[in-house]
């Protein structure tokens, strides 16, 4: 027998699959509090909680049964993925269960702030009968700037579209034959801030897109535009699109969610603007009934059959091949996250891996998808697993391709990830060496030596007598210490790269100031989201 627990509020018609299971007990607690859930979670082999509960680091070391920890919904930002990896733990979510509902709530928003229903309501249950106050606007031949084209916003720009909407889209992956498939324009950033009349945000929350929406993104936007997000808080900088909308040139936003929930900020609460909703994209019956049904399955599937679905953590090899590979899964991961930023956080259109030596002999599959994983992690965050890489790459219209040579290059193992965006190309060789760990050898054409740390500063330069002492002292006099430097170039006197690992990263300014350096071309923060745990606690 199975035991699982339910600390939040999940449909109790979704979960019948389980509950009507012979070798599964479903027990359900929506309201206990943390100390008792570190005190009971021991008992159970699999957990399911929506939003509410944290499943932290904390709590997982009193989980010593624990196989399965279900996400009722799309995010895990609830969950430590990492501390549960390192317990064994398969962390599982619903990806697609709440699609149509977060699309029709963003709809509804739209039509509520265009026609200001929620104040009229108000208004006329209060017993005043005011026709002049809430005159609206029609979606009618508007045009609609949809920021992030994954499956929501590909739905609600869809559904727009029948309003008689002209859709203005940006995504990272999106393509102009796509683009124009679906019957809508492919845009950057700022022209959809010039010509739209209401934006609506699809994008998950990533170190690119916290901020997105702040007082200089508004300061482009047409004058009387109206906002929507119904995706993540912290996409929109909320002070500057409070001042926006006092001002008068934002007309208005519609907010399902914020920097901090549950929300208490009286200027968005109490402006007659903005329209709050407390985070209800998800919540609707037949939402809550899909994804407690997907998760029931799952954990079905994982108990009785071992098969995994839409696990967001779970390598899936024989314990031989994991022993083996399991140092260059982490590395893999960390190559994909420094590739694509070396391509300037552009979309690939474009990817090759290349394995040499012991690795050709191995199933490389998983660490292909490590590798493919870490690079779309950058624009897709959380939204990708091992397990739907490869669905995203070809949803996203991005080839690969696996070459497995027969040579080393000078190590037992090796592997290179190039990525191309059909203008430029970014390259990054690595290898794991015995009793030193992983090392990157090799950037774009340069040949250098460097372990990956959380923040690494790259730097191409002329090679040039001093250059190495104007930037160690530059970043001495901005405080900023450096814990290694590696320097790489293909001739005397021509160009350079220095790459720097550093305890924090550097602000836009210093940045600025470093690039002020004589004969210096181009600086970058390089910044990794999964380090050595070890190396961290050191």
């Not at 901090?260 to 985070?279: G, S």
Request: proline share 3%; with cysteine.
């Amino acid at each position: 027998m199975y035991k699982v627990l339910v600390t939040d509020g999940i449909s109790h018609t979704g979960l019948k699959s389980l509950l009507d299971h012979p070798n599964f007990v479903v027990e359900r607690q929506p309201t206990l509090p943390t100390e008792e859930l570190k005190k009971v979670i021991g008992d159970y082999d699999a957990l399911i909680v929506r939003s509410q509960t944290k499943v932290t680091e904390e709590l997982l070391l009193s989980a010593d049964k624990l196989r399965v920890i279900a996400r009722a919904g799309v995010g895990v930002d609830n969950i430590e993925i990492n501390a549960a990896t390192r317990k064994g733990i398969i962390v599982i979510n619903a990806p697609g269960a709440n699609t149509m509902a977060a699309t029709e709530h963003t709809l509804a928003m739209m039509l509520s702030l265009a026609r200001k229903i929620p104040q009229a309501h108000q208004k006329t249950a209060a017993g005043e009968w005011d026709r002049s106050s809430f005159k609206g606007v029609e979606l009618y031949k508007k045009t609609l700037g949809v920021i992030g084209m994954g499956k929501i916003g590909t739905e609600v720009a869809k559904r727009a579209k029948s309003f008689g909407m002209n859709i203005l889209a940006f995504d990272p992956y999106l393509t102009e034959e796509r683009a124009k498939k679906l019957g809508m324009t492919k845009a950057s950033l700022d022209i959809i801030a010039h010509e739209s009349d209401f934006i609506t945000v699809h994008t998950p929350l990533t170190n690119d897109t916290r901020g997105l929406i702040n007082e200089e993104y508004l300061s482009k936007t047409k004058k009387g535009v109206r906002i929507v997000n119904c995706a993540r808080g912290g996409i929109i900088e909320e002070k500057a699109l409070v001042k926006a909308i006092q001002s008068g040139h934002v007309a208005g936003a519609a907010l399902d969610v914020f920097e901090k929930e549950p929300v208490a900020n009286a200027e968005l609460l109490q402006n007659p603007n903005i329209i709050v909703t407390p985070h209800l994209g998800a919540s609707t019956v037949e939402a809550q009934e899909k994804v407690a049904e997907e998760v029931s399955a799952e954990i079905i599937e994982i108990f009785e059959k071992q098969s995994i679905q839409n696990a967001v953590n779970m390598p899936q090899m024989s314990g031989e091949t994991q022993a083996k590979l399991q140092p260059y899964l982490l590395l893999g991961d960390q190559m994909g996250q420094l590739v694509i930023q070396l391509l300037n956080k552009q979309a690939p259109s474009n990817i090759e891996i290349n394995y040499y030596g012991n690795l050709i002999e191995e199933d490389t599959e998983l660490l292909t998808r490590t590798l493919l994983k870490g690079i779309l992690s950058y624009h897709l965050s959380d939204s990708v697993n091992l397990i739907n890489a490869l669905h995203l790459l070809k949803e996203q219209g991005v080839s690969y391709n696996v070459v497995k040579h027969p040579t080393n290059k000078g190590f037992a193992n090796y592997m290179e990830l190039s990525v191309s965006n059909g203008q430029e190309t970014a390259k990054i060789g690595a290898t794991v060496l015995n009793g030193y760990g992983a090392r990157i050898l090799k950037i774009n054409q340069y040949r250098i030596d460097v372990r990956p740390e959380k923040y690494l500063l790259y730097i191409k330069h002329r090679d040039v007598p001093g250059m190495i002492g104007k930037v160690g002292s530059l970043l001495g006099d901005h405080d900023i210490n450096i814990g290694t430097m590696q320097v790489g170039r293909t001739e005397v006197g021509g160009e350079a790269i220095m790459v720097l690992t550093l305890d924090r990263t550097l602000s836009a300014n210093v940045i600025k100031v470093l690039k002020l350096i004589d004969g210096l071309q181009e600086a970058q923060v390089l910044e990794l989201a999964t380090v050595d745990a070890a190396r961290e606690r050191r």
